[in-house]
């Protein structure tokens, strides 16, 4: 532990990680998200690709190829994709994928994974299909599974962004299949939903859902209270605030969740931007999810972009939570860094270790940390959207931890 720590430490200053292209197919990669869909033990990646209109799955080939072009495949036209996610929403046994789209097409579409997984890389194999009560409704912008109200399989929590948004839940038919027969129930408005995710926030047994809502009246990282399965959803979903700063204007971007200080409690990072960008850490302070305290790490002082997203992961060794952030408007600037610090206390000194250099890369956007090498360290999984007026950018790529 103590030699990985060191060998990233020493790894600091201007010098960046090693970066490998897994898929530039198209233009827009615009995030990244896991799933085993051939079910081989390793994570493969679904992105959205919003300027080309294709939604696309990157098998993962293992250690010893994860430094090449991944295999791929386009598994559905999705004109204005924004996200995409791995969900076994037919309860077959196998990953389906479903696609957030925005602009003027205002729609959430389920690619259906082949049958016979031996056809995974033939994009005629993938059936895709609207899910008609998303349809027109808003600009969707990001999903996530979870079982809502212990019924049938599992539902899709969504939100979206712009003129009556909302965030709300497509509750499942007993045919998860039928994609007529989800049904639609509003939770409450947002202006720009950036993440959801799903939590026990209040450790009353049931999930709830943790949300970073970028702009608008309730811009501000919250969660909402799950009232309960069956008939209580027909109560109100009660909304509890982690952080909302003074500054107006302040945009709430991606967040992760995990136990920063091992006190047994989950914290909360993301990254934030006003007049200033940084990564806010929010430190739960009991079990309730109710009360929380702050503090900031400043991103211009290291010569980055804006604070786009954060993601928690042990990436020095050491035992504990290490935090790594992407950015966008980095032209120039560093693009995705991680910091470490000394000791389990968020009081302590946070040290810089730029990840992609300054040299390509201008608007990084959600991270995954996770071994893709197979050397014991954490990578970091990413993708670019752009990359300068004339490029399609760099697509989706992955930083090869120097600890190993």
Same mark, same amino acid.
């Given at each position: 532990?103590?030699?990985?720590?060191a060998?990233l430490?020493?790894?600091?200053g201007?010098?960046?990680?090693t970066?490998?292209?897994?898929?530039?197919?198209?233009?827009?990669?615009?995030?990244?998200?896991?799933?085993d869909?051939d079910?081989?033990?390793?994570?493969?990646?679904?992105?959205g690709?919003e300027?080309?209109?294709?939604?696309?799955?990157?098998?993962?080939?293992?250690?010893?190829?994860?430094?090449?072009?991944?295999?791929?495949?386009?598994?559905?036209?999705?004109p204005?994709?924004?996200d995409?996610?791995?969900?076994?929403?037919?309860?077959d046994?196998?990953?389906?994928v479903?696609?957030c789209?925005?602009?003027r097409?205002?729609?959430?579409?389920?690619h259906?994974?082949?049958?016979?997984?031996k056809?995974?890389?033939?994009?005629?194999?993938?059936?895709?299909?609207?899910?008609?009560?998303s349809?027109?409704?808003?600009?969707?912008?990001?999903?996530?599974?979870?079982?809502?109200?212990?019924?049938?399989?599992?539902?899709?929590?969504?939100?979206?962004k712009?003129r009556?948004?909302?965030?709300?839940?497509?509750?499942?038919?007993?045919?998860?299949?039928?994609?007529g027969a989800?049904?639609?129930?509003?939770?409450?408005?947002?202006?720009?939903?950036?993440?959801?995710?799903?939590?026990?926030?209040?450790?009353?047994g049931?999930?709830d859902?943790?949300?970073?809502?970028?702009?608008?009246?309730?811009?501000?990282?919250?969660?909402l209270?799950?009232?309960?399965?069956?008939?209580?959803?027909?109560?109100?979903w009660?909304?509890?605030?982690?952080?909302?700063?003074?500054?107006?204007?302040t945009?709430?971007?991606?967040?992760?969740?995990?136990?920063?200080?091992?006190?047994?409690?989950?914290?909360?990072?993301?990254g934030?931007?006003?007049?200033?960008?940084?990564v806010v850490v929010?430190?739960?302070?009991?079990?309730?999810?109710r009360?929380?305290?702050?503090?900031?790490?400043?991103?211009?002082k290291?010569?980055?972009?804006?604070?786009?997203?954060?993601? +928690?992961g *042990?990436? %020095? =060794? /050491? !035992?504990? #939570? $290490? @935090?790594?952030?992407s950015?966008g408007m980095?032209?120039?600037?560093?693009?995705?860094?991680?910091?470490?610090?000394?000791?389990?206390?968020?009081?302590?000194?946070w040290t810089w270790?730029?990840v992609?250099?300054r040299?390509?890369?201008?608007?990084f956007?959600?991270?995954? +940390?996770l *071994?893709? %090498? =197979? /050397? !014991?360290? #954490? $990578? @970091?999984?990413?993708?670019?959207?752009n990359?300068?007026p004339?490029?399609?950018?760099?697509?989706?790529i992955?930083?090869e931890?120097p600890?190993?």
């Amino acid at each position: 532990m103590l030699a990985l720590a060191a060998t990233l430490a020493a790894a600091g200053g201007e010098e960046s990680w090693t970066r490998h292209g897994i898929d530039d197919f198209s233009s827009g990669a615009d995030g990244v998200r896991l799933g085993d869909v051939d079910r081989d033990g390793r994570p493969d990646v679904v992105t959205g690709w919003e300027e080309g209109g294709f939604t696309r799955v990157c098998l993962n080939p293992g250690p010893e190829k994860a430094r090449e072009a991944w295999p791929a495949v386009t598994v559905g036209k999705t004109p204005h994709v924004e996200d995409a996610m791995f969900v076994d929403l037919d309860g077959d046994g196998r990953l389906d994928v479903v696609s957030c789209c925005e602009g003027r097409t205002k729609s959430i579409f389920v690619h259906w994974g082949p049958a016979d997984g031996k056809r995974l890389r033939d994009g005629d194999a993938w059936q895709t299909e609207a899910l008609p009560a998303s349809q027109g409704r808003m600009m969707w912008m990001f999903a996530v599974p979870m079982q809502v109200d212990g019924r049938h399989g599992i539902d899709l929590v969504a939100g979206g962004k712009g003129r009556a948004a909302e965030i709300g839940w497509f509750e499942a038919p007993e045919d998860g299949r039928q994609t007529g027969a989800y049904r639609y129930h509003p939770i409450g408005p947002v202006g720009w939903v950036m993440s959801i995710r799903s939590r026990d926030m209040d450790g009353d047994g049931d999930d709830d859902v943790l949300i970073s809502d970028r702009k608008g009246a309730d811009a501000a990282v919250r969660w909402l209270e799950n009232p309960g399965p069956g008939e209580l959803q027909r109560m109100p979903w009660k909304s509890h605030l982690v952080s909302r700063s003074e500054e107006k204007g302040t945009n709430y971007m991606f967040l992760d969740a995990g136990d920063l200080d091992g006190d047994g409690l989950e914290d909360v990072v993301f990254g934030a931007y006003a007049r200033e960008s940084v990564v806010v850490v929010a430190r739960r302070l009991d079990q309730s999810g109710r009360k929380w305290a702050e503090s900031s790490i400043r991103l211009k002082k290291f010569g980055m972009g804006r604070a786009k997203a954060a993601g +928690l992961g *042990d990436i %020095d =060794g /050491d !035992g504990q #939570l $290490d @935090v790594a952030v992407s950015c966008g408007m980095a032209e120039g600037r560093h693009g995705v860094a991680c910091f470490s610090r000394a000791g389990q206390s968020l009081d302590a000194e946070w040290t810089w270790h730029p990840v992609s250099g300054r040299e390509r890369g201008s608007k990084f956007d959600r991270l995954e +940390l996770l *071994d893709l %090498d =197979g /050397d !014991g360290d #954490l $990578d @970091v999984l990413t993708c670019e959207e752009n990359d300068g007026p004339k490029s399609r950018g760099l697509g989706v790529i992955w930083y090869e931890n120097p600890a190993g």
